[in-house]
Every structure is written in C-alpha cells, then in structure tokens.
C-alpha cells in the first residue's frame, strides 16, 4: 500500500491554498487521518490512483467541496456517503460502480455530477444521462438527486410497510398470547369448580354416612320396648339331643338282642340243663303265664262290657 507522504512528502506541501491535489499518487487506500487535520483543503484530488473502496471514516471530511475521484476503481461508496453535505462538485468518471448509496438523497448542495463510463444499473444511467459539457453535468446532479430521494422514499415507505407488518404481526402474537392465557385460566377455572364439587359430594356423602350411623342405634333402642309391649318373644324350644338318644336306642337293641340270644340259648340248646339257664326258663315260663293271665283278664272285660 502506497500512501501519499511517502510519494511525494508531506500533504501540507502539496497543499495549494484549499486545494489539495493527490492524482496520480499510486494510491490504494486513502490517508484520511492526514486528510482530517486539513480542513482548509476544501478541494480534493484522488483522480488517477488504485482506490478501490472508501473507509467509511472518510465520510467525516465534511469540510469538502470538490472532490474528484475519477478514474479509479471503485465499485461502491459508503453507505454514510451522505454525510459529505456540504460537497457541491463529484467526479466519479470511468470508475466499477453499480448502484449509489441511498444516503446520497443527502447531498442537498451537490450541483455538479459524473457518472461515465461506470457499468451503472440501467434505471440510473438512464437518469444520469450524459456528462459532456457543464449544463449537462449539472442536470445530471439534479436528477440523480431527485431520483435518489424518490428511492429513498420508496425504501422508507417500505421500511415503514414491514415495520407496520411486523407491528400487525405482534399484535395478532399478542392476541392469540392472550387468548391462549384466557383459555388456560378459563380451564384452571374450571377444574378448580369440579374440584370444589367433587370434595363437596364426599363432604356430603360422609355426613348421610355419619347420619345412617347415628340413627342405627336409635332404631335398636326404639324397637327394644315394643317387644316388651307386645307378646313375649317364644324361647327357643330346648335343644333335642338326638345324638345322645340315638346311642341309648342302640344300647337298648343290643340288650335286648343279648337277652333274646341268651334265652334262645337256654331254651333250645344243650345249655338248657345249666343252673343260669334253669333260672331264665323258670322267669320265661313265669312272666308267658303271666301275660296270658293278663289277656284272659282283657277278654273277659271286654266280654262284660259288650254285655
């Protein structure tokens, strides 16, 4: 990078009266803090040199008129271009721009302009037009003026265009914000109800408890006298011992099967002759005579009483 004070010494040398002339200076960056300590350099020549861009600090030179920039290669100016307001003459010939900041809608004092031999977009060559002699140069200041503050009002009504739809955009993220926080206090609400009914339902369900058990007792003192009042109550009947008389019969049969087989024994078998058996013989025969006594003694009644 080459700078002015090394090609051709200090820039206060170069200054004549308040115009500065660094052309043809091989310069690939502009000196602008050396720039910035001479304010009288109103006039300003860069023509000739290997710029490519400008350092956006360079717009602080507000003390320029004229600047000439021709023949470069620039390929855009800052975007704060417009800072420069009190700037009256630019020469931008045979440089690589394209397009214009819109902040050149700024240079309300610009009277003198050159855009030849720059690929400019077709909208804005049109409006530049041709820069041979002084009337055209400034009808060309004029209307890039004019068509750079139509462009920046365009981007400002645009700007206000997305700044209204985003706006819009916001309320309605708003809205349905709020919505959504009035749905989920409207649930909460509604939970919060069904839960008040449901613990009031058990509250209700234990006291008709509470109450059903409270009045059970009462019915058992209430039914009390009437049984006195009424006929007695019937004592249960007493309890058959049926297993205990079931055993006597079989006690019973046993017996009599034993006396029965001991008589049959006496009288039929040879133990007949034996002292026991003599002695149940005698009681058989006694207690058969008696016996037929006794119906002899029936039949006779029976006998007087049909008389």
Same mark, same amino acid.
């Given at each position: ?6 090609? *051709? ?72 271009? *417009? ?11 045979? #440089? %690589?721009? !394209? ?18 031999? #720059? ?39 645009? %700007? ?24 989920? %206090? ?43 009042? *009424?006929? %007695? ?13 079931? !055993? ?10 034993? !006396? ?19 002695? !149940? ?27």
């Amino acid at each position: 990078m080459t700078k002015a004070g090394n090609k *051709g010494g200090n820039l206060r040398d170069k200054l004549d009266g308040n115009e500065l002339d660094l052309s043809l200076s091989d310069l690939n960056e502009v000196p602008v803090k050396e720039l910035a300590t001479l304010p009288k350099a109103t006039i300003l020549d860069l023509s000739c040199n290997k710029l490519t861009t400008l350092p956006s600090d360079f717009c602080g030179l507000t003390h320029l008129v004229k600047l000439d920039l021709s023949k470069n290669k620039l390929q855009q100016l800052p975007a704060d271009f *417009g800072r420069l307001v009190n700037l009256q003459h630019l020469d931008l010939l045979n #440089n %690589r721009l !394209v397009t214009l900041p819109v902040s050149f809608a700024q240079l309300k004092n610009l009277k003198w302009l050159d855009l030849k031999d #720059n690929p400019l977009d077709p909208v804005l060559a049109k409006v530049a037009g041709d820069c041979l002699d002084e009337k055209q140069c400034k009808q060309c200041a004029n209307k890039v003026l004019q068509h750079m503050k139509a462009v920046q009002a365009d981007q400002e009504r645009e %700007r206000q265009r997305r700044l209204e739809v985003e706006r819009e955009a916001e309320k309605k993220r708003e809205a349905k914000q709020r919505a959504k926080e009035a749905q989920e %206090r409207e649930v909460r609400k509604r939970e919060k109800a069904e839960e008040k009914e449901r613990r009031r339902k058990e509250y209700d369900a234990l006291k008709a408890s509470k109450r059903e058990q409270e009045k059970k007792p009462k019915k058992e003192t209430n039914q009390a006298p009437k049984s006195k009042s *009424g006929s %007695r109550p019937r004592k249960p009947p007493p309890r058959k011992h049926t297993r205990s008389w079931a !055993v006597l019969k079989l006690l019973l049969l046993l017996l009599l099967f034993c !006396v029965a087989g001991g008589l049959v024994a006496c009288r039929v078998t040879e133990l007949q002759q034996q002292p026991l058996c003599t002695s !149940v013989n005698t009681i058989y025969d006694n207690a058969v005579q008696g016996l037929r006594r006794h119906e002899i003694l029936q039949w006779v009644l029976q006998t007087d009483s049909q008389q």
